[in-house]
């Protein structure tokens, strides 16, 4: 096997997560376009999470509730309940609890937010190949895949055809092409797990009736790539050879890590639009640019080759709450940032007390992020200390005293 090529991963990704929980809750929103909101207080609320068949309207997450009505008159709206003053997630924690329990049951996981999670499915990939003894796949195993790059050639031609039909035919013309007697084939390897991930998601929607579309491929980076290239309700494979036609038209930007300052230095520096027209530079001139380590990643991640390991993880790392207060709302006093702490650390001790209960682990490090108002950022600081007890009054307490005096400016804090 070549290098990059020796993993099968998979990242699961629930589609637009909230909207099915509450449609589970409330069966008349099925089938029709809603969206989830939060904080009813301004312009009918701020818009979370979109069905498609809202999104067909060209409804989208963090328009206005008032604005969205505007262009859909019949989207119905559900509303994120609120505890303390702010949202409050707990039935979609909850359900995504579901959802990582389904999923563990066939391979090792990391769960990289609520609605998603990476497989590395390696080894359950060889466990099956053992079981089939070269048989050959059928394409009724894969009966919700698309195989990025295929069908290709005459075949691809025969006139208009409606989107399913050409996703079966790649997926004919991809098995055909397999070596089933070869073991060591990265492509069979892939499709292989393809076809767990097609029973997992079965899985999941049986047991939480959820669904969800996955990508599969030999890394993380091309597996989230990969799933959002067909939603919803579908999986995609990338193959090692379908990644240069893929990259070729892929903007930069859309490939996970270059979302930001570093994509965005890449395209400035070296005057490129798409992740294949990296591949003219050597290692040696990207690391010139970028440094050795972004460098060398960059060299790799063109031609579709990266190492991440999927860490085993089916819990969050870190448990935390957070409100924002824009515009007029914006915190003037220090009884209010007092007021407000002890609201978000109540939700704290609640929340730490069920994780120590039902995981067995304890939390150790108290961390407070602020954003002043006017900052683009996610927080213009971060202070940390331990984390003494679950006590909601010591851990306000303690916060406040890690940020009373970063406000020396007299700017309102947001």
Known sequence: MAIGQERVVALVDMDCFFVQVEQRQNPH???KPCAVVQYKSW???????????????GVSRSMWAEDAKKLCPDLLLAQVCETRGKADLTKYREASVEVMKVMSRFAVIERSSIDEAYIDLTSAVQERLQKLQAQPITANLLASTYIQGFP??????????????????????WLESLPFDDPNSPDLWLTVGAVIVE???????????????????????????????NKPNRQTLVSHGSVPQLFSHMPIGKIRSLGGKLGASVIDTLG?????????????????????????????????????????RQLPKTVGCSKNFPGITALATQEQVQWWLLQLAQELEERLTKDRNDNDRVATQLTVSIRLQGDKR?????????????????????????????????????
């Open 272 to 312: 490129v639009k798409y992740m294949g027209e990296l591949t003219q530079f050597s290692e040696l001139y990207l690391q010139s640019h970028f440094g050795e380590k972004n460098g060398s990643w960059l060299y790799a991640m063109c031609r579709g080759i990266e190492h991440d390991p999927v860490k085993p």
């Open 29 to 31: 929103l099925r089938n």
């Open 199 to 229: 029973e997992m998601r079965a899985a999941i929607e049986r047991h939480t009736g959820f669904q969800c579309s996955a990508g599969i491929s030999h890394n993380k980076v091309l597996a989230k790539l990969a799933c959002g290239l």
């Open 152 to 173: 290709h050639g005459s075949r691809a031609l025969e006139g208009p055809i409606q989107k399913d039909e050409r996703r079966e035919q790649g997926v004919i013309q």
């Open 43 to 57: 312009k009918g609320g701020g818009i979370i999470a979109v069905s498609y068949e809202a999104r067909a309207f």
């Open 378 to 414: 996610l927080s213009s600081l971060r202070r940390c200390c331990a984390l003494a007890c679950y006590d909601a009054h010591r851990m306000s307490n303690d916060a406040f005293a890690l940020i009373r005096n970063c406000n020396t400016g007299g700017i309102k804090t947001e």
